[in-house]
C-alpha cells in the first residue's frame, strides 16, 4: 500500500510538471499572437495616415491560420507599394517578428490580388516588384503570411522542447522513482538479518550488499543460517552436517568445508565477519559488532 501511494505521488508530480508546461506553451503561444494583431493593426493605422485618413477604421485582425493574418479596412484607400513594404518592415521589427514574410494586397469583393511582395533574410529571394506603381483607391484588404515558421512560432517550438525534455526527465524520475521504491519494498517485506555490511535473506538464498545481490547455493544458505543464528558461537561439525545434508544427498568429508570456503569468498568484503575454523571441533561465525 505504501509503495502504490507513493507511486501515485510521483505520477501526480509528473502530470502537474507536464500541464503545467503545457499551459505556460500555451500562453506564449497566445501572447505572440496577440502581439502580431497589435503589429498588423499598427500596420494598418500606418497606411490610412499615409492616405491622410485620420478617421477610418481598422478593422479586426483575421488569423486565418497559425501563420497567416488578414488586415482589412471600413473605407477604400489608395496603396504606395514603397510606402506600404516600409510599413510593414518598421512595424515587424518593432514587434521584434520575423522578418520573412509575404504579402497580397486582394480586391475586397473579387479576391483577387492586386499586389504582392516577398521578404526574406536573402536578399536574392526578396522580391517586391512594381514599387512606382500605386493601387488606385478602392476597397482592399491585406493578407501577411510569415513564411519562417520556426522563427515566427519560436515560442511554440523551444517550449515543446522544453516539454519533451522534462517530460523525459520526470518519465526518468518516475522509473528509477518507483523501481527504488519496489526493490526497497521487496527487501523490506522479506524476512533478513542484518550481517555486517550485508543483508542475508534466508527465504530468497541472497546476500545484499548496497544494492548488489549475491545469489547463494541451498546449501550455503543453510549453512549460513545456522551461523548466523548462532553468531560467535562453535557449531560442530557433525551438527552442521546433518542439518545441512540429511535427507538431502550424499555426504562426502570436504563437502562441508567446500562451501564454507564458498561462504568466506562471498563474505570477504566485510571484514568485521569472520567464518572461523575451530580444528577438528567444527566452525563460528565471528563479529567484531
Known amino acids: 500500500m505504501k509503495l502504490i501511494k507513493r507511486f501515485f505521488f510521483y505520477k501526480i508530480i509528473v502530470v502537474i510538471g507536464i500541464l503545467s508546461l503545457i499551459c505556460c506553451s500555451s500562453d506564449q503561444n497566445t501572447e505572440l499572437n496577440e502581439i502580431t494583431k497589435i503589429a498588423i493593426r499598427d500596420i494598418g493605422n500606418k497606411v490610412l495616415l499615409e492616405n491622410k485618413d485620420s478617421t477610418s477604421l481598422v478593422l479586426p485582425v483575421i488569423p486565418l491560420n497559425s501563420h497567416k493574418y488578414q488586415l482589412s479596412f471600413n473605407d477604400p484607400l489608395s496603396i504606395e507599394p514603397s510606402t506600404l513594404t516600409k510599413i510593414i518592415e518598421e512595424s515587424l521589427q518593432k514587434a521584434d517578428l520575423s522578418n520573412q514574410y509575404r504579402v497580397e494586397v486582394k480586391d475586397c469583393k473579387t479576391e483577387i490580388v492586386s499586389y504582392s511582395f516577398q521578404v526574406n533574410d536573402e536578399k536574392e529571394r526578396t522580391i517586391i516588384p512594381c514599387l512606382g506603381r500605386n493601387l488606385p483607391k ?71 550488499k548496497e544494492r548488489e545481490e549475491i545469489a547463494l547455493s541451498k546449501k550455503e544458505c543453510e549453512l549460513l543460517a545456522l551461523l548466523v543464528a548462532n553468531p560467535n558461537q562453535i557449531i560442530k561439525r557433525d551438527e552442521l552436517t546433518k542439518r545441512v545434508w540429511e535427507d538431502n544427498g550424499v555426504f562426502v568429508g570436504r563437502s562441508l568445508d567446500t562451501y564454507i570456503s564458498k561462504l568466506r569468498k562471498k563474505l570477504k568484503a566485510d571484514s568485521t565477519i569472520r567464518i572461523t575454523n575451530i580444528h577438528g571441533v567444527g566452525y563460528k561465525l565471528e563479529t567484531d559488532i
Open 138 to 208: 478602392a476597397c482592399y484588404i491585406i493578407q501577411l503570411q510569415f513564411i519562417d515558421v520556426e522563427n515566427t512560432t519560436k515560442f511554440s517550438y523551444s517550449n515543446s522542447g522544453i516539454i519533451l525534455i522534462l517530460g523525459l526527465v520526470l518519465v526518468c524520475i518516475l522509473y528509477f522513482g518507483v523501481k527504488k521504491y519496489i526493490s526497497n519494498d521487496k527487501h523490506n517485506n522479506e524476512t533478513s538479518e542484518k550481517l555486517g555490511i550485508f543483508y542475508f535473506y534466508p527465504e530468497q538464498n541472497k546476500l545484499v
